[in-house]
T-cell receptor
């Protein structure tokens, strides 16, 4: 079985500060991992994905995530928050063993303070 | 290229009423999905269709039916709506990119069942 845990349902950061969103996964087989962003009243947009190539993955809008197998983690970071980063972020895992279906974490809502 | 489109955007039903949510994609993707999003629970898979002519249950299929009308269209039907089905519904389609599928989401349908 595969599962995803996102630590913290809400995160508040100051503009210009580091954004760190935590994601831990559970999978008995090598996973594919994704981060999606959802802006208010919109659908989900892919930020980045890990597909077993480089462990440090760069995505859109200055975000990046590092796959750490020993920690079963895939945390999302951005060095300097911008007001436009206010959104909800979802981590998701997919494995062939689960029939290629995505399993999502509960989401983390980011508030950016001026 | 419209991507994934969903209709309607909003809907209010009374308990026991039926309705069909429509989804279409113009990206020539083989696989399509229906999710529901509830606060704190991320997205949960209702049904999916790996290819035209096939459908399979996801994590929360009870109370729903689907039809893969053709390669472009995948509809979700609520035969007798219940208040527990109040949610935001997302359709997605996916394509193989590199060594993994990547899902692309529609803007969602906000459904309230009174």
């Amino acid at each position: 079985a595969q599962s995803v845990t996102q630590l913290g349902s809400h995160v508040s950061v100051s503009e210009g500060a580091l954004v760190l969103l935590r994601c831990n996964y559970s999978s008995s087989v090598p996973p594919y991992l994704f981060w999606y962003v959802q802006y208010p009243n919109q659908g989900l947009q892919l930020l980045l994905k890990y597909t077993s190539a480089a462990t440090l993955v760069k995505g859109i809008n200055g975000f990046e995530a590092e796959f750490k197998k020993s920690e079963t983690s895939f945390h999302l970071t951005k060095p300097s928050a911008h007001m436009s980063d206010a959104a909800e972020y979802f981590c998701a895992v997919r494995t062939r063993a689960a029939g290629n279906k995505l399993t999502f974490g509960g989401g983390t809502r980011v508030l950016v303070k001026p | 290229n419209a991507g994934v489109t969903q209709t309607p955007k909003f809907q209010v039903l009374k308990t026991g009423q039926s309705m069909t949510l429509q989804c279409a994609q113009d990206m020539n993707h083989n696989s399509m999905y229906w999710y529901r999003q509830d606060p704190g629970m991320g997205l949960r898979l209702i049904y999916y269709s790996a290819s035209e002519g096939t459908t399979d249950k996801g994590e929360v299929p009870n109370g729903y039916n689907v039809s893969r009308l053709n390669k472009r269209e995948f509809s979700l039907r609520l035969e007798s709506a219940a208040p527990s089905q109040t949610s935001v519904y997302f359709c997605a389609s996916s394509v193989l990119q590199g060594n993994t599928d990547t899902q692309y989401f529609g803007p969602g349908t906000r459904l309230t069942v009174l």
